[in-house]
């Protein structure tokens, strides 16, 4: 089913038809373009890094603690999911990230943009005999934009400290094997948030460590409770305006997720820097009720970071 878009969707979470609340709706690829592919998804992340890669190794300047940066990198994401909406097994499992982040760094403030593209295969904690073994699969699109105020005044001015807003966007789309029914899960959220950032020397004047924490407080999220198997009702098209009718807006008792980074930059050269990076998060929700979803993901990343 990896790549297929045909199926029944049930917003309100049920999986029956009354004549009365609750419609049913037939995916169809020209009036929803969320499906990846899980296969080309690996071929094009690496295609669209050696590109990138070419573009960077082009641009060379003096680098400076202030100022705007590029980072391109790679990573390994490890993600473990429990989605009590699709599937009653636990899901874990590690795969490949794509990600890009601009930074514009000022005595007095820092603006970044993050995005991030993961791939990953997953397998249940336990499988049943039913299962033949066969792999479940997540893609997961992550955009998010942040602006950090300095705070306090410190002697060296290599340590500071940031407080901000963030805005996420996160499309994550899963996919199970059987024997289950409700073999699709989908997760479209916007956030608005706030985030605090560390920025400090380490021992020596080479290494530069970065941390991050960010918190959405207010989200819009849109997740199907049921995406199904049988194609056997008339149905109508999903629209974009029943989508827009089926956000939610809701608050962190609704939607938990916390994000932690830690960046540390080693000065390479004299006009590159080495990142290495962990990234943890978090995800909580238990929307649609009885069919909540909990999710971690860390990912060791590796990328090179130059002025702009």
């Avoid at 309100?12 to 296969?39: E, Q, W």
């Avoid at 199904?228 to 997720?257: A, E, H, M």
């Amino acid at each position: 089913m990896v790549g297929k878009t045909t199926g029944i969707l049930y917003l309100d979470g049920s999986k029956k038809i009354t004549g009365k609340a609750y419609p049913a709706y037939r995916l169809k690829s020209s009036a929803v373009v969320f499906t990846l592919y899980k296969k080309d998804m690996k071929y094009f992340c690496l295609l669209a890094g050696l590109f990138l890669s070419g573009l960077l190794l082009a641009q060379e300047a003096a680098l400076k603690g202030d100022g705007a940066f590029f980072t391109l990198g790679v990573g390994i994401p490890i993600n473990t999911v429990r989605d009590r909406a699709h599937s009653p097994l636990a899901y874990r499992g590690a795969g490949f990230r794509i990600f890009t982040t601009y930074e514009h760094i000022r005595p007095e403030g820092v603006f970044r943009l993050n995005f991030s593209l993961d791939n990953v295969a997953l397998k249940a904690y336990v499988r049943p005999c039913q299962d033949v073994r066969r792999e479940a699969g997540m893609n997961d699109l992550n955009l998010s934009l942040a602006y950090y105020t300095r705070i306090g005044k410190t002697e060296n001015a290599a340590d500071r400290q940031y407080v901000g807003g963030v805005y996420y966007l996160q499309v994550n789309q899963r996919e199970y094997p059987l024997p289950a029914n409700n073999i699709s899960g989908f997760l479209l959220h916007t956030s608005l948030g706030i985030g605090a950032l560390d920025q400090r020397n380490l021992e020596t004047n080479q290494w530069t460590m970065n941390s991050t924490v960010d918190l959405p407080l207010v989200s819009a999220i849109f997740r199907p409770a049921y995406i199904g198997l049988p194609d056997v009702l008339s149905v109508q098209k999903v629209k974009f305006g029943t989508i827009v009718r089926n956000f939610r807006l809701v608050t962190v008792d609704q939607f938990f997720k916390i994000n932690v980074g830690f960046d540390f930059d080693y000065s390479r050269k004299a006009w590159r820097t080495d990142r290495y990076s962990y990234t943890w998060n978090l995800l909580y929700t238990p929307l649609p009720t009885n069919k909540s979803l909990l999710s971690t993901t860390g990912s060791f990343d590796y990328g090179y970071r130059i002025l702009r």
